[in-house]
């Protein structure tokens, strides 16, 4: 484990240096590693593991699109692919990727599978830290680890096969084995981790929940609805009030901000946006901190939670996400953006 210094503050991390592929194969070479659920996480965290040599099967609902998304990714039913089950059954390390609702429902025949000695692995803290409302407890007598990829499924997988690494946070709830450590970190290396720092289940899940709905999705079209909403009504066409609220971010600078620093982003656009950014970003932090204070102790009380478990427990709970996720494809800006991506040259092309 290497203590890195971020910022001023040491911290414990895990890089692919310290623990190779070969070591984490080695740990884990006895295991069956049952991915459960096939959504966003399973295929991303499933294939990667596949690609990086270890023991994995899938277990997924029947007659669903995720179990056809698994068969089109190449996962065999009856070798490689079973009813979630039978995979239980077969895995000694459970790695619990229904959607944290699905977690809920399912939860009473997972237990019955965790025999002593299994490992049973989270991507979130959700289900262990509100275990009043999820009902999920966990016998004393397995493992229980988390490895969260800081991103989307879909990320850990385009990311692995351009040879790059998402980063994770990695956790231990419970070491039942005394193998917790070795296990927890060679899944993380395994399903293709960037590099992997050290958190609890508790902080993985507040930390989560805040920037999903903070900076990362929520915030960020909240901040970009009404920056639009004021150039429109000040007479600007939605080309130039997209590209000035959204393609200029996400095209050209993001990248220079993830490549070396928001400060060299700025060294990079003229003076004049320099002098006037300088000035803003600290009224926009100063009028979006109550709300992102509000939203903190809305997390930590559970309401947060609770709210996602409602929702997301119904049974049209798809079909009113994509309803809400029309809306907001069909609003002036998002179809501003669409035909704007189109008109990106390589787009053109094809
Ligand atoms: N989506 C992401 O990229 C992402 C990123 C980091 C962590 N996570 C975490 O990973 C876990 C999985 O998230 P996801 O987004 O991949 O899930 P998801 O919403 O895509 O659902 C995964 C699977 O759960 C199944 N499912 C849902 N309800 C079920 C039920 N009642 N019975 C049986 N199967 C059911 C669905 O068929 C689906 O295949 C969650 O804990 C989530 O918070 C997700
Ligand atoms: C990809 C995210 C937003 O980081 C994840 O936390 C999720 O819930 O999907
Ligand atoms: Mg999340
Ligand atoms: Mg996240």
Redesign the pocket.
Known sequence: MAKINFGGTEENVVTREEFPLKKAQDVLKEETIAVI??????PGQALNLKDNGFNVIVG??EN?K?WDKAVADGWKPGKTLFP?EEALDKGTIIQY??????QI??WPTVEKYLKPGKALY???G?GVTYKERTGIIPPKDVDVILV??KG??TSLRRMFLEGRGLNSSYAIFQDATGKAFDRVVALGIGVGSGYLFETTFQKEVFSDLTGERGSLMGAIQGIFAAQYEVLRSNGHSPSEAFNETVEELTQSLMPLVAENGMDWMYANCSTTAQRGALDWWKKFRDASLPVFKDLYSEVAKGNEAQRSIDANSQSDYRVKLEEELKELRESEMWNAGAAVRQLRPENQKK
Not at 97 to 102: M, R, W
Request: aromatic share 12%; hydrophobic share 35%.
């Open positions: 659920g096939y959504g966003v996480q399973g997924q609902r669903s995720s979630i990727l229904l959607s944290d609702a699905g429902a399912v989270f991507s979130h959700f969260a990829p989307s499924g």
